[in-house]
């Protein structure tokens, strides 16, 4: 039986936008704000008001990042879109080992049922992956097609489970041909899997800041539709009682003028000559996926670490400096600094505060991140207590078998004071799975030398390492029993572990 597709936002009467059950990509140059459109889209959806499936029905979206920090962009950009806060989700899976209890990265092979019916149960219909790249991984070769396909697929397989649509928000490639989806980083299986592609681009053209939306692809229709759009600066006032000003998606009108045609220009005009204003290279953006953990948390990596994972996504030693200086000219990345006298030089990046340092200033957040040292840039707490509710997975294959637990806690809930996950604390065995599930190839593997430099550069001995992999069960850690260049993988149940 066949029928039409069921929209999820209807732009315009008649117009598809985006359909149920599908993944759309958001896709632009850095700044040009996809992220905070995004945000939009969630604070219309949980108020009802987007148009389409959902008009007049208010309902739950889950907001999965890791390029932007919670406490300073993702919970102050939602309340500045106006979204009703108690009806955005942060998904996160608990692991709970001999260190305690930790949050681990989400995996597409083992979570993704467990997570769909937790969306369900709590009537989440938009899931935002920000970046779409984090789900991708930095061990994949983002240049194949088929391993592209295999991270993407379960996200699509999602879509479809929650009746919902999934949005990834996507960087596009410093030379433009003229082609929005072809100009999306990776291979071309970003492009095939979406079935729907907004592009957004700032417009030299315009005097007053107008900018410029398109619907680049569409699987169920034309390609037609192209809107104007501003940033404007909003006030917030945050759970810490601090107000700042936000900037918020203002939806313009219907434009002949596209996304194509302001990138185009820009490529046959002068390069800006702030670094600041220029898009951030590929290998600049790829060190800020790599400095950053689940939620925004951000990472402290010794520089052979970050050497080490930046090498598993391409790049050499060389290329990982020249990203590493384009950072520090752009404010985004503390100095290299030590732990104890003699000890490894750590990389870490800034957090995003306003210039001054006064959290009570009306700044943008187009002026952030600042170069104030990380120790000045606490948040106070505020006694409050909590207004939102937990969902926990109990029938996630990680929960049932090795002491995993999966929640769903809204945004009304996690308040701004809260610290931000430890990385450091985390168990061995906890930051092995983790390891796994953000470094593994098509089949799991990680290669235990670069395990090890990352295991090492969050306090985990070599020695500990080694202990938790043999006392794992239930799912094994397996090696593959190479003498040299060994790996290691999480085991599938009909597996015995190599020791």
Same mark, same amino acid.
């Given at each position: 039986?066949?029928?039409?597709?069921?929209?999820?936002?209807?732009?315009?009467?008649?117009?598809?936008?985006?359909?149920?059950?599908?993944?759309?990509?958001?896709?632009?140059?850095?700044?040009?704000?996809?992220?905070?459109?995004?945000?939009?889209?969630?604070?219309?959806?949980?108020?009802?008001?987007?148009?389409?499936?959902?008009?007049?029905?208010?309902?739950?979206?889950?907001?999965?990042?890791?390029?932007?920090?919670?406490?300073?962009?993702?919970?102050?950009?939602?309340?500045?879109?106006?979204?009703?806060?108690?009806?955005?989700?942060?998904?996160?899976?608990?692991?709970?080992?001999?260190?305690?209890?930790?949050?681990?990265?989400?995996?597409?092979?083992?979570?993704?049922?467990?997570?769909?019916?937790?969306?369900?149960?709590?009537?989440?219909?938009?899931?935002?992956?920000?970046?779409?790249?984090?789900?991708?991984?930095?061990?994949?070769?983002?240049?194949?097609?088929?391993?592209?396909?295999?991270?993407?697929?379960?996200?699509?397989?999602?879509?479809?489970?929650?009746?919902?649509?999934?949005?990834?928000?996507?960087?596009?490639?410093?030379?433009?041909?003229?082609?929005?989806?072809?100009?999306?980083?990776?291979?071309?299986?970003?492009?095939?899997?979406?079935?729907?592609?907004?592009?957004?681009?700032?417009?030299?053209?315009?005097?007053?800041?107008?900018?410029?939306?398109?619907?680049?692809?569409?699987?169920?229709?034309?390609?037609?539709?192209?809107?104007?759009?501003?940033?404007?600066?909003?006030?917030?006032?945050?759970?810490?009682?601090?107000?700042?000003?936000?900037?918020?998606?203002?939806?313009?009108?219907?434009?002949?003028?596209?996304?194509?045609?302001?990138?185009?220009?820009?490529?046959?005009?002068?390069?800006?000559?702030?670094?600041?204003?220029?898009?951030?290279?590929?290998?600049?953006?790829?060190?800020?996926?790599?400095?950053?953990?689940?939620?925004?948390?951000?990472?402290?990596?010794?520089?052979?670490?970050?050497?080490?994972?930046?090498?598993?996504?391409?790049?050499?030693?060389?290329?990982?400096?020249?990203?590493?200086?384009?950072?520090?000219?752009?404010?985004?990345?503390?100095?290299?600094?030590?732990?104890?006298?003699?000890?490894?030089?750590?990389?870490?990046?800034?957090?995003?505060?306003?210039?001054?340092?006064?959290?009570?200033?009306?700044?943008?957040?187009?002026?952030?991140?600042?170069?104030?040292?990380?120790?000045?840039?606490?948040?106070?707490?505020?006694?409050?207590?909590?207004?939102?509710?937990?969902?926990?997975? $109990?029938? /996630?294959?990680? %929960?049932?078998?090795?002491? =995993?637990? +999966?929640?769903?806690? #809204? &945004?009304?809930?996690?308040?701004?004071?809260?610290?931000?996950?430890?990385?450091? $604390?985390? /168990?061995?065995? %906890?930051?092995?799975?983790? =390891?796994? +599930?953000?470094?593994? #190839? &098509?089949?799991?593997?990680?290669?235990?030398?670069?395990?090890?430099?990352?295991?090492?550069?969050?306090?985990?001995?070599?020695?500990?390492?080694?202990? +938790?992999?043999?006392?794992?069960?239930?799912?094994?850690?397996?090696?593959?029993?190479?003498?040299?260049?060994?790996?290691?993988?999480?085991?599938?149940?009909?597996?015995?572990?190599?020791?």
């Amino acid at each position: 039986m066949d029928d039409v597709p069921t929209l999820a936002w209807e732009p315009k009467r008649g117009y598809p936008g985006i359909a149920v059950g599908t993944l759309a990509i958001f896709g632009g140059r850095p700044a040009a704000g996809k992220s905070t459109a995004a945000r939009w889209f969630v604070a219309e959806a949980t108020n009802g008001t987007l148009p389409g499936a959902w008009y007049g029905t208010p309902v739950h979206s889950a907001w999965i990042g890791t390029e932007e920090s919670e406490v300073y962009m993702m919970k102050p950009g939602l309340r500045a879109a106006g979204a009703d806060m108690d009806k955005v989700v942060i998904p996160e899976v608990q692991f709970t080992g001999d260190g305690g209890t930790d949050t681990v990265s989400i995996l597409r092979h083992l979570d993704m049922r467990a997570l769909a019916a937790e969306f369900r149960s709590h009537g989440v219909k938009v899931v935002v992956l920000d970046p779409l790249m984090s789900v991708v991984g930095s061990a994949t070769d983002v240049n194949r097609s088929n391993e592209v396909r295999a991270r993407l697929e379960p996200w699509v397989t999602l879509a479809e489970a929650i009746d919902g649509v999934v949005i990834g928000i996507a960087h596009l490639k410093k030379s433009f041909t003229g082609d929005v989806v072809a100009a999306l980083n990776g291979s071309s299986a970003f492009g095939e899997v979406a079935r729907s592609i907004f592009g957004f681009a700032k417009d030299d053209n315009s005097e007053d800041g107008t900018r410029l939306m398109s619907h680049a692809k569409s699987s169920i229709g034309p390609e037609s539709l192209s809107y104007t759009y501003t940033l404007e600066p909003v006030e917030v006032t945050t759970d810490s009682g601090k107000t700042a000003a936000v900037s918020r998606f203002v939806l313009g009108e219907e434009t002949d003028r596209t996304v194509a045609d302001a990138l185009r220009e820009a490529a046959a005009g002068g390069a800006p000559t702030s670094p600041a204003d220029r898009p951030m290279t590929d290998k600049a953006a790829m060190l800020v996926q790599v400095l950053t953990g689940p939620n925004g948390a951000l990472l402290e990596l010794t520089k052979d670490a970050a050497v080490a994972q930046m090498a598993e996504a391409g790049y050499s030693a060389d290329q990982t400096r020249r990203a590493r200086e384009e950072l520090a000219k752009r404010c985004r990345i503390s100095k290299p600094f030590r732990k104890e006298n003699g000890g490894p030089y750590y990389w870490t990046l800034l957090p995003f505060v306003p210039p001054d340092g006064n959290q009570n200033g009306t700044q943008t957040m187009r002026s952030l991140p600042s170069c104030h040292p990380t120790p000045e840039l606490g948040v106070s707490n505020v006694i409050q207590a909590p207004d939102g509710k937990d969902g926990r997975l $109990a029938d /996630s294959p990680r %929960a049932q078998d090795v002491n =995993y637990t +999966a929640t769903v806690t #809204d &945004l009304g809930s996690r308040r701004s004071h809260e610290a931000q996950r430890p990385d450091p $604390a985390r /168990s061995a065995l %906890a930051f092995i799975h983790d =390891y796994i +599930a953000s470094h593994g #190839d &098509l089949e799991g593997w990680v290669k235990v030398r670069q395990l090890r430099a990352a295991g090492e550069a969050e306090g985990h001995s070599w020695a500990a390492l080694t202990k +938790a992999r043999q006392k794992s069960t239930e799912p094994n850690i397996i090696t593959d029993g190479r003498p040299t260049r060994a790996r290691w993988r999480i085991a599938r149940p009909d597996e015995q572990a190599v020791l």
